[in-house]
């Protein structure tokens, strides 16, 4: 290949496929170098350097500088140290050294295999090209022409040329498309693979149907309608949740169109999903009666903390609210981010004593109550024994039965219950006293310092050796505890390396 040959095929290559000219003369020097190896032996380590102005190159044979005393020493590929410093005195070991060396002719063979290197860098190119182009565009909506069937998957054409990957799996169950059939997806992956597409589709995204009501409907296309939240059981029925920053405009109105074209839309494009718009609305309480539709709710207990509800139906609306294998609720707790735990009035009633009861036994056992002062503390919301030690007077106070003398007496024995409960919790932990520098690590409580002692992690240094993984195994401690505590020990190691 001589220098006006090498210019002529970056030119042209690099117009055909859209690669830059670097990305063409790296290839041609690969290429160079391993026809060079094919016809010189294959034993070389050679480097080609392509003059980028000229087309001229260079071939060079490179030696890896090893120790004098290494072990399997290669006099093919490798140059003790003593041997490189008298061609260059600067060296050292893992540098390489360079000689050149003349360009030797190439037969066929060698040709044909510096040919079929460029088209494989070219084609890497191309690959890592498109995965470049795409990748920004991962969470959003294609739309391309179904060329082929491979084993059970679809091929899709998604413009210029460029293939795309639509998996048997994540296709819509029971949905009937042909080659050449329109095909709306959504970008779920876009990686560099050694064969076939880059590109991944799925068509079971919830976002695939905010995607396509985004396209249908003009207002959340502007912004002034959102569709807060999607839930889908793909190709049966899906819930959105809707807002709108524009009082005079009805955001469920606007997603379903005149006579129901928009949303009929949607469905259409989706094997006929059947789609429940519903209201979004910033209480979680009213999110989830929306949501529920069409059951009609009669009450709702919130445990924040577990992130669940209880919700209450009439008996004859129990099986509305469940649907046909728990579709509804199902679809409802995935809109809403909360679980949802659906009851008849009677079973709601039931639970709700049974955890009074439970709340006024313990009040009763750790305070030493009437049955009358308990139910008055469970009626006010008192649930544990922390909030009546360190509740503010005034609102025992605000309590109607209650005087000083008696809230004063119930402050008293809250505060004992505790401080008796924390000291059985230091002896049920043993008699190994932690280490006052563990007590000084940021985020430890005395509790868990003795937890950490009982356990044969008595001093900082102790703790900072640990691993997340032998800390989540003590009761109490998740990973991200687990991580802060190491982390906050590790600490005062690198301050103590600074200081000296």
Not at 205 to 230: N, Q, Y
């Amino acid at each position: 290949m001589d220098t006006k040959e090498i210019l002529q095929v970056v030119d042209v290559v690099s117009n055909e496929k859209g690669v830059s000219k670097e990305v063409i003369f790296e290839a041609i020097e690969a290429a160079l170098a391993a026809a060079t190896r094919k016809v010189a032996g294959e034993h070389l380590d050679v480097r080609v350097a392509i003059d980028r102005h000229s087309g001229n190159y260079e071939v060079f044979r490179r030696w890896t500088v090893v120790a004098d005393d290494a072990d399997d020493f290669d006099p093919q590929r490798q140059i003790t140290l003593s041997r490189a410093q008298r061609e260059r005195p600067d060296a050292a070991i893992g540098d390489v050294v360079e000689q050149p060396m003349g360009a030797v002719p190439f037969g066929r063979i060698a040709s044909q295999m510096a040919k079929q290197v460029i088209v494989q860098k070219v084609r890497d190119a191309e690959r890592e090209k498109i995965v470049e182009m795409f990748r920004p565009r991962i969470g959003h909506m294609l739309i391309g022409q179904v060329k082929r069937l491979d084993r059970g998957n679809l091929i899709v054409d998604v413009g210029g040329n460029v293939d795309a990957l639509l998996p048997r799996e994540e296709m819509i169950p029971r949905e009937n498309i042909r080659v050449g059939d329109r095909v709306c997806a959504l970008l779920a992956d876009a990686r560099i693979e050694q064969r076939g597409p880059q590109l991944f589709l799925t068509r079971r995204a919830p976002k695939l149907m905010m995607e396509l009501f985004r396209r249908e409907v003009p207002e959340v296309a502007d912004g002034i309608v959102e569709v807060v939240a999607c839930a889908r059981d793909p190709g049966v029925r899906a819930k959105i949740a809707v807002r709108s920053y524009d009082p005079r405009i009805d955001p469920i109105g606007a997603c379903v169109g005149m006579h129901g074209t928009r949303v009929q839309a949607v469905s259409n494009e989706l094997a006929g999903e059947r789609v429940d718009i519903v209201l979004y609305d910033a209480n979680p309480a009213q999110f989830v009666l929306n949501a529920l539709s069409p059951a009609k709710v009669v009450s709702i207990t919130m445990d924040e903390e577990a992130h669940t509800m209880d919700v209450a139906v009439a008996e004859d609306q129990l099986s509305i609210a469940i649907g046909r294998g728990g579709q509804n609720v199902r679809l409802a707790s995935e809109l809403t981010g909360w679980e949802l735990n659906l009851m008849t009035e009677a079973q709601a009633a039931e639970k709700q004593e049974a955890e009074l009861g439970t709340l006024r036994s313990m009040f009763m056992e750790k305070l030493d109550l009437d049955q009358s002062v308990a139910d008055i503390l469970v009626q006010e919301g008192f649930t544990s024994v922390e909030e009546i030690a360190f509740v503010p007077v005034s609102e025992l106070l605000a309590i109607e039965e209650f005087d000083e003398d008696l809230v004063q007496e119930l402050r008293d024995r809250a505060q004992n219950a505790l401080l008796a409960q924390e000291i059985s919790r230091e002896e049920a932990l043993g008699d190994v006293e932690p280490a006052a520098d563990l007590l000084e690590v940021e985020g430890m409580s005395r509790r868990l310092a003795y937890q950490l002692a009982a356990h044969g992690i008595v001093t900082r240094d102790d703790l900072a050796e640990q691993a997340v993984a032998d800390l989540v195994e003590i009761d109490g401690i998740d990973e991200a505890l687990a991580g802060r505590l190491i982390m906050a020990a590790r600490a005062a190691w690198f301050t103590d390396d600074a200081q000296a």
